[in-house]
């Protein structure tokens, strides 16, 4: 995929990870197409300060990788003895106590976690393989813009482990509860097409058209007024777990905050 970002100054590089800043549209690029842009937990960090790092202007997020391969997983070093120079092995996480487990993960989860927030949509343009972490760290964006060669797969259970990287939820709420299962316990291949069929992409278009996809799709997230998208986010994240009458009720309390809003006379 070519660069979205190369003219602008990083505000952040490290770790394989690169935020560039473009008034209200952010950048995230993965940067070690050597490894196929394989994660670690010093990764996870870098994308954790990355949305730390967002400016109050930012509304669109893109998510990219360099290379052929939007993310390959977990690097496999995590899996030998050493693990990574200065982390916890697995076998040392696994010998910790709950508690020590638990935050472990939580820290790892955080990389994961803010794409979502109300303040901004989240693109992921993926190309290639997007394998276990990746195919979470793609899951864990709003929206998802496919190439056709695209290959989905969560192989965590493979390795006799589950996901846990925030992409469960996501993946349920998408392709529901039974093709979820299936793709995780079988940890087959996801192509473009039935990614798109299924609603776990939005868009899948050839390769060599993925970046001018994307900013058509930004470029019209950036037409609406940011609060009304705000507004709308919020309303749709939050529909599944309330009922019909309450969702019916947070409705009317958002379009009474847009009215005034509009009005002039809001808080």
């Known amino acids: 995929m070519a ?28 940067t070690n197409p050597a490894k196929r842009n394989a994660q670690s937990p ?9 949305g730390r790092s967002l400016p109050g202007s930012v509304r669109v997020v893109v998510l990219r990788a360099e290379g052929q391969s939007f993310s390959a997983g977990l690097d496999r070093q995590a899996f030998t003895p050493e693990g ?33 927030r109300s303040d901004i949509v989240s ?23 496919v190439a056709d060669d695209v290959q989905f797969a969560m192989r965590e259970t493979s390795l006799g482990l589950v996901p846990d990287l925030t992409g469960t939820h996501p993946l349920v709420s998408l392709v529901g509860y039974a093709r979820a299962l299936e793709i995780c316990a079988t940890g087959r291949f996801v192509l473009a097409e039935e990614a798109e069929r299924t609603g776990l992409a939005n868009l899948a ?21 940011r609060d009304a998208v705000i507004e709308t986010k919020a309303l749709l994240r939050g529909a599944q777990a309330r009922s019909y009458e309450e969702q019916r009720s947070a409705e009317r309390a958002s379009q009474a905050r847009r009215l005034r809003d509009l009005a002039g006379v809001g808080d």
């Open 205 to 225: 278009v050839p390769a060599g058209q993925l970046d001018d996809a994307v900013r058509d799709l930004t470029a019209a997230l950036l037409s609406a007024p």
């Open 123 to 145: 693109i992921a343009a993926v190309q290639g393989h997007a394998i276990g972490a990746g195919f979470q760290l793609a899951l864990a964006c709003d929206l998802r813009v």
């Open 3 to 30: 660069s979205l970002d190369k003219e602008l100054e990083p505000v952040l590089d490290k770790d394989g990870v690169r935020l560039t800043v473009d008034d209200a549209i952010a950048t995230v690029t993965l």
């Open 42 to 50: 010093a990764l996870w960090r870098a994308l954790a300060q990355a």
């Open 84 to 116: 990574f120079d200065g982390e916890p092995s697995f076998i040392d996480l696994a010998r910790g106590s709950d508690a020590e487990l638990d935050a472990t993960i939580a820290e790892y989860q955080g990389a994961f976690t803010w794409w979502r």
